[in-house]
């Protein structure tokens, strides 16, 4: 068969918490034009799949032609690439087991991959950001939850059933805080937005000294980090107890997987040294011997809304191309 024209045009697609956005790229990475609505705005997840086909046309249609798009890639929590759905997620309006690639095909005509986030943006790090030319990594997401995802040898790891990297969701401490999976003590009730936020608490009600913290209505670890560079002391106790806990979970990752690196991405990373100095010392002081100043932890330095769109494009070229207007 001699096919005289392929399609250079992908549809990335970042869905979180608060926010869903589409990005047309091209087959060099390059960012066409983009768009975003609110995810909360939808609770029914057929209404969200309708607004969303509507957004990725009407994308399309002005950057190039729907018709000049092979596939869509999508970034979403709890997603699992092996089935092309949203997996019992924690913290997303659509609850159970929801087959979102499957339905936003038979929308679009077109093939969709769908991955969990911190997989996306290991293939964003990958192809574009700090883990271009390394094969064995640990791309770590910090925001409403904790995920993660393995390269190896070059090669995404996604286990048996796809949900290989979950250590939002390893035990760090029997009988501890809560967690909306329905288990206790996961490490991101510790390390992940809401878990910052009840240390937080803790760290003031166990110490009578000022600070700032105690004068916020709507704390959020974004102001911790700030208070953090302006010397509170509570702040910097918050971030620090937060690094230690992700550097013992941390630690007993690397003692399986023996990475090159752990990249960090996601809002929560932005705390930056406040969080990853203490996270870096604890990791030292646990994980295995013999990989003791050999794991490099290192931020990301892409934008996450670049990063993951630019992610979820790697894994629409990835899919198998399908078209109902052939």
Same mark, same amino acid.
């Given at each position: 068969?001699?096919?005289?024209?392929?399609?250079?045009? !992908?549809? $990335? !697609?970042?869905?979180?918490?608060?926010?869903?956005?589409? &990005?047309?790229?091209?087959?060099?990475?390059?960012?066409? $034009?983009?768009? @975003?609505?609110?995810?909360?705005?939808?609770?029914? #997840?057929?209404?969200?799949?309708?607004?969303?086909?509507?957004?990725?046309?009407?994308?399309?249609?002005? +950057?190039?032609?729907?018709?000049? =798009?092979?596939?869509?890639?999508?970034?979403?929590? @709890?997603?699992?690439?092996?089935t092309g759905c949203i997996e019992n997620a924690p913290n997303l309006p659509w609850k159970g087991v929801?087959?979102? &690639?499957?339905?936003?095909?038979d929308q679009l005509g077109m093939a969709v991959a769908l991955a969990n986030n911190a997989h996306v943006?290991?293939?964003?790090?990958?192809?574009? $950001? &700090?883990?271009?030319?390394?094969?064995?990594?640990?791309?770590?997401?910090?925001? @409403?939850g904790m995920g993660s995802c393995i390269f190896s040898n070059g090669n995404v790891h996604l286990g048996?059933?796809?949900?290989?990297? %979950?250590?939002?969701?390893?035990?760090?401490?029997? /009988?501890?805080?809560?967690?909306?999976? /329905?288990?206790?003590?996961?490490?991101?009730?510790?390390?992940? *937005?809401?878990?910052?936020?009840?240390?937080?608490?803790?760290?003031?009600?166990?110490?009578? %000294?000022?600070?700032?913290?105690?004068?916020? %209505?709507?704390?959020?670890?974004? #102001?911790?980090?700030?208070?953090?560079?302006?010397?509170?002391?509570?702040? =910097?106790?918050?971030?620090?107890?937060?690094?230690?806990?992700?550097?013992?979970?941390?630690?007993?990752?690397?003692?399986?997987?023996?990475? %090159?690196?752990?990249?960090?991405? /996601?809002?929560?990373?932005?705390?930056?040294? *406040?969080?990853?100095?203490?996270?870096?010392?604890?990791?030292?002081?646990?994980?295995?011997?013999?990989?003791? $100043?050999?794991?490099?932890?290192?931020?990301?330095?892409?934008?996450?809304?670049?990063? +993951?769109?630019?992610?979820?494009?790697?894994?629409? *070229?990835?899919?198998?191309?399908?078209?109902?207007?052939?």
């Amino acid at each position: 068969m001699i096919q005289d024209q392929l399609k250079t045009r !992908v549809v $990335g !697609v970042d869905i979180n918490v608060d926010t869903t956005a589409c &990005a047309v790229v091209d087959i060099r990475g390059n960012i066409l $034009g983009q768009c @975003s609505f609110v995810t909360s705005d939808y609770n029914s #997840i057929g209404d969200f799949v309708s607004v969303l086909t509507e957004h990725i046309i009407q994308l399309s249609e002005a +950057n190039g032609g729907y018709e000049n =798009i092979r596939s869509v890639g999508i970034s979403i929590p @709890s997603g699992n690439f092996k089935t092309g759905c949203i997996e019992n997620a924690p913290n997303l309006p659509w609850k159970g087991v929801v087959p979102l &690639a499957a339905m936003l095909r038979d929308q679009l005509g077109m093939a969709v991959a769908l991955a969990n986030n911190a997989h996306v943006m290991a293939l964003g790090e990958q192809a574009f $950001g &700090a883990a271009h030319g390394m094969r064995d990594f640990v791309v770590v997401s910090l925001g @409403s939850g904790m995920g993660s995802c393995i390269f190896s040898n070059g090669n995404v790891h996604l286990g048996a059933d796809g949900f290989a990297g %979950e250590v939002g969701h390893s035990c760090i401490k029997p /009988g501890g805080r809560q967690c909306g999976c /329905g288990k206790q003590g996961c490490l991101e009730t510790y390390t992940a *937005w809401r878990g910052i936020l009840t240390t937080a608490k803790e760290v003031m009600e166990e110490s009578p %000294e000022p600070s700032k913290m105690r004068m916020v %209505e709507q704390l959020t670890p974004k #102001i911790i980090a700030e208070f953090c560079e302006q010397g509170d002391a509570l702040a =910097i106790e918050t971030y620090r107890r937060t690094g230690y806990m992700l550097g013992v979970g941390l630690a007993n990752y690397a003692s399986v997987v023996n990475p %090159e690196a752990f990249i960090f991405a /996601g809002p929560i990373s932005k705390a930056g040294r *406040w969080l990853l100095e203490p996270a870096s010392n604890s990791f030292e002081d646990h994980v295995f011997h013999n990989l003791e $100043g050999k794991v490099k932890l290192v931020l990301s330095t892409i934008d996450d809304d670049v990063r +993951n769109v630019l992610g979820a494009s790697v894994l629409a *070229w990835e899919v198998k191309e399908y078209s109902l207007f052939k």
